[in-house]
Nanobody
Framework: QVHLVESGGGLVQAGGSLRLSCAAS????????MGWYRQAPGKQRELVAR???????NYADSVKGRFTISLDNAKNTAYLQMNSLKPEDTTVYFC?????????WGQGTQVTVSS
């Protein structure tokens, strides 16, 4: 079994920064990708950023130039550096990992950006 532990959410003023972390633990024999999604109330979960082992990344258009995803392969940990945060970035962020040919989700972490 693989577990994802997220940290780093919180409250920040518009224009500020936060860094989210997601650590994968457990019996990992094949690590493929990690990413972050977010879901506002009443809306579908949407991709924010994703990184594939080897370094290829992709981002939602709404966060390009502001968010950066990175991966520490040795720690099986992904980071999402979020800069120039906007009130519309407020929602719950979920870590996602494709490990051992299966998809896993974190419990979610709240990010709140005040105007």
């Amino acid at each position: 079994q693989v577990h994802l532990v997220e940290s780093g959410g919180g409250l920040v003023q518009a224009g500020g920064s936060l860094r989210l972390s997601c650590a994968a633990s457990g019996s990992i024999f094949r690590f493929s990708a990690m990413g972050w999604y977010r879901q506002a109330p009443g809306k579908q979960r949407e991709l924010v950023a994703r990184i594939i082992k080897g370094g290829t990344t992709n981002y939602a258009d709404s966060v390009k130039g502001r968010f950066t995803i990175s991966l520490d392969n040795a720690k099986n940990t992904a980071y999402l550096q979020m800069n120039s945060l906007k009130p519309e970035d407020t929602t719950v962020y979920f870590c996602n990992a494709f490990v051992n040919f299966q998809q896993y989700w974190g419990q979610g972490t709240q990010v709140t950006v005040s105007s």
